[in-house]
């Protein structure tokens, strides 16, 4: 059963910085592209970013692109997010989502979410 569950979400002040975390099971984790997902309070989903397998290529939403960092460890099968300078406007449940194959062509599961909430 494939299962992710992210982490790291929390209260942060503007300008302030975060680290989400994702652990993967129930597949081949290096086999896969990943990438994270955000819903922000009434709004529909946006992506926001993502990384092949190796970690070789990674894209990124133009509104964090220079501001947040996605990364991968293959060997611990986990998914990371890094997020600096964040703003009002980056608070969201954010999901870290499986590729359904080695390229980008499309997500069949999700995590449950983690929240991240920035304000002051």
């Known amino acids: 059963e494939v299962q992710l569950v992210e982490s790291g979400g929390g209260l942060v002040q503007p300008g302030g910085s975060l680290r989400l975390s994702c652990a993967a099971s129930?597949?081949?984790?290096?086999?896969?592209?990943m990438s994270w997902v955000r819903q922000a309070p009434g709004k529909g989903p946006e992506w926001v970013s993502s990384i092949s397998v190796n970690g070789i290529t990674t894209y990124y939403t133009d509104s964090m692109k220079g501001r947040v960092t996605i990364s991968r460890d293959d060997a611990k099968h986990m998914l990371y997010l890094q997020m600096n300078s964040l703003n009002s406007e980056d608070t969201a449940v954010y999901y870290c989502?499986?590729?359904?194959?080695?390229?980008?062509?499309?997500?069949?599961?999700w995590g449950k979410g983690t929240l991240v909430t920035v304000s002051s």
């Open positions: 129930g597949f081949t984790f290096e086999d896969f592209a």
């Open positions: 989502a499986k590729h359904r194959s080695s390229w980008f062509n499309g997500m069949d599961y």
